[in-house]
């Protein structure tokens, strides 16, 4: 008899992905912020897309908008991005948390994505509201447009970007659902008791 199949979804760390900002300390206003491994060639479309396709839009109705790209490895293509203060390529960071602490949206304009992506997750999970690609999105037990935006074009992307950065009772909003969302699906003491029981129970 061929055994049911289970699926355990991804998860993440919540007591090390916690945000330490209730006081607003570290808050960089109009900061997004991107994460990943920068010489991935999926991570490099997208920033490439958001930095010459979604970024003129924002920045059009935010000028002073600053953008975070922050990761290991960033290839030749992505250093060039870099722009004085105004595109800030970190390079590999010890500590991921604090440019999340510091950021009002994180965004994710992945084209082609394989996989989910922690990268979503981790933001999430660090109360900073969300806009997603379709791609990033998928395999996300999250509702859009309660937990997290998702936008499909540079136009909805750029939108959803600024709706954020001007609405502090939406970004609030959106970090709090996302928080609560990740707590509830993707909570890797939640889950890797589920695997537990699965094994134990045979």
């Known amino acids: 008899v061929d055994a049911p199949i289970r699926v355990i979804p991804n ?10 900002r209730p006081s607003g300390r570290g808050y960089v206003p109009n900061r997004i912020v991107f994460t990943g491994n920068m010489s991935y060639r999926p991570n490099v479309d997208a920033v490439q897309h958001l930095v010459t396709a979604v970024l003129p839009r924002i920045r059009r109705e935010i000028p002073d908008v600053q953008l975070c790209i922050v990761g290991m490895d960033p290839t030749p293509a ?14 590999r960071v010890d500590d991921v ?3 999340f602490d510091s950021a009002a949206v994180a965004v994710a304009p992945l084209r082609v ?19 997603a690609s379709p791609p990033a999105f998928e395999g996300i037990s999250a509702v859009a447009g309660r937990d997290l ?3 499909a074009d540079p ?34 003491n939640r889950l890797l008791q589920r695997l537990e029981a699965l ?3 045979g």
């Open 199 to 201: 094994v134990v129970g």
């Open 78 to 91: 992505v250093r060039r991005l870099a722009d004085a203060d105004r595109v800030v390529v970190t390079g």
């Open 11 to 20: 998860g993440v760390d919540l007591e090390y992905f916690e945000p330490t």
């Open 113 to 131: 994505a394989r996989g989910l992506q922690n990268k979503v997750l981790e933001a999430m999970a660090m109360r900073v509201p969300v806009v």
């Open 149 to 151: 935006l998702v936008a």
């Open 155 to 188: 136009a909805a992307f750029s939108r959803a970007v600024v709706t954020l950065l001007r609405d502090p009772a939406a970004r609030e909003r959106y970090a709090a659902a996302g928080r609560t969302c990740v707590e509830t699906t993707h909570n890797w």
């Open 97 to 99: 948390r604090p440019y």
